[in-house]
């Protein structure tokens, strides 16, 4: 079956600028994730969803960044006034459940803040 | 404060010879334990997963980790490389009643011909 898709594979935008990156996630999948991954590190936890509701979001960095997931499904992330610090590839996963279950990644977006 | 840790930040190998990576972890309690392979330009593939039971495990594309409970470790190993595991491997956990993975800085593999 189809797996977790995300788009745009790449985004280059100019610092100050409005981006908006969506995820699908596999099809019945009730949890969704993001993480961000710098340049040489492993993955961090940004916000995970269970359904339509946002249940942790303790990872995103400020509020410039913001998620939402509003028919449990499709997810975007959108980041505000973005820093050259953004700059990184954003991934998105997905689970059956939420507790502990194994999580499936997408490709990732690569963000590129010039 | 939780951490995963794997030491080597690059293990370089010959192809045919054996592949060991180290992952240690510090949890409060047993948490679950994952690695996944990143090869360029790819997402993250998981490779094996430990929950409970026996602490051998086995996984795809010939690997396998032993968690080791007295040591706080999960240790990935593959007794024969290919030159298609070059890639960056990273081990990740989880509390057995939580959700975000917490991930190590990762092990870049090269393999030499």
């Known amino acids: 079956g189809a797996g977790v898709s995300q788009t745009p594979s790449n985004k280059v935008t100019e610092k100050g600028k409005y981006v908006e990156l969506r995820c699908d996630p596999i099809?019945?999948?009730?949890?969704l994730y993001w993480y961000r991954q710098s340049l040489g590190q492993g993955p961090e936890f940004l916000i995970y969803f269970q359904g339509t509701g946002a249940a942790d979001d303790s990872g995103l960095p400020n509020d410039r960044f913001f998620a939402v997931r509003p028919e449990g499904s499709v997810s975007t992330l959108k980041i505000q006034r973005t820093e050259r610090g953004d700059s990184a590839v954003y991934l998105c996963a997905s689970s059956l459940v939420v507790t502990a279950d194994t999580q499936y990644f997408g490709p990732g977006t690569r963000l590129t803040v010039l | 404060a939780q951490s995963v840790t794997q030491p080597d930040i690059h293990i370089t190998v010959s192809e045919g010879a054996s592949l060991e990576l180290r992952c240690n972890y510090s949890y409060g309690a047993t948490p679950y334990l994952f690695w996944y392979v990143q090869s360029p330009g790819q997402g993250l593939q998981l490779l094996l997963k430990y929950f409970s039971g026996d602490t051998l495990v086995q996984g795809i594309k010939g690997f396998e980790a032993e968690f080791k409970r007295s040591q706080s470790s999960f240790n990935l190993r593959k007794p024969s490389v290919h030159w298609s595991d070059a890639a960056e491997y990273f081990c990740a956990v989880v509390p057995q009643a939580g959700n975000k993975l917490t991930f190590g800085g990762g092990t870049r593999v090269l393999v030499k011909p």
């Open positions: 099809s019945g999948h009730t949890a």
